[in-house]
């Protein structure tokens, strides 16, 4: 046997617009990105009361990686350690770390300050989804596929992984944007 790697599902968010493997299944015609984020929560029909304590960026990758896994259970098809997570950015946790900032002006927030890494975003989608395997956040000036396509193959070479979300999670004030894909490895005998 030998092994192949796939992407089997996509998920873009821009321009008040969420689109699931290139068809649009969502859009938004308000500006604040809170509302819009709520409104996506609210669309997908999740119950997951922390997701109201979380940062933009934490709720964006969230978000997508709910629609991203929607009609493929990755439980059901692997073990915990055999999922990771791969994402990357320009800004790390810039949009939160200025509002911690903020607020150290007056008391310092002990709920923005758990968001002041760009990995908590990680943290969250692992905890929902139970993804116990390989995890990693990358900060770059702009997406760089062929960085991540080296990276996760490498960590399915390393057999490390058996799927992975991996992609692009940015949010800087009201400017955001998604790109992440769920990378599988498919068997075909020869």
């Known amino acids: 046997m030998s092994a192949k790697l796939q992407i089997s599902s996509s998920i873009l968010i821009r321009k008040n ?11 938004y015609s308000g500006t604040n990105i809170s509302d819009f984020l709520g409104s996506i929560y609210i ?3 999740i119950t ?36 990771g997570v791969n994402l990357s950015n320009t800004n790390s ?12 002006q007056d008391i310092a927030s002990p709920s923005l300050f758990a968001y002041t890494l760009p990995n908590i975003v990680i943290g969250e989608i692992c905890i929902r989804n139970k993804i116990k395997g390989e995890n990693s956040f990358f900060i770059s000036s702009a997406f ?4 991540t396509s080296i990276y996760v193959k490498s960590l ?4 490390a992984l058996r799927a992975c979300i991996c992609g692009w999670v940015e949010c800087l004030e009201s400017e955001y944007s998604v790109m992440l894909m769920l990378v599988e490895k498919m068997f075909k005998i020869i």
Do not use: R, W
């Open 17 to 27: 617009n969420l689109i699931k493997d290139g068809i649009s299944v969502f859009e």
């Open 93 to 104: 946790s810039l949009d939160t770390d200025i509002k911690y900032f903020q607020s150290t």
């Open 144 to 147: 760089d596929p062929e960085l």
């Open 156 to 159: 399915f070479e390393e057999q």
């Open 43 to 45: 669309f997908l029909g």
């Open 48 to 83: 997951y009361p922390k997701f109201y304590k979380m940062d933009n960026l934490s709720k964006l990758g969230f978000l997508a990686t709910e629609l991203l896994l929607k009609d493929n259970k990755l439980s059901e098809k692997y073990l915990p350690e055999e999922i």
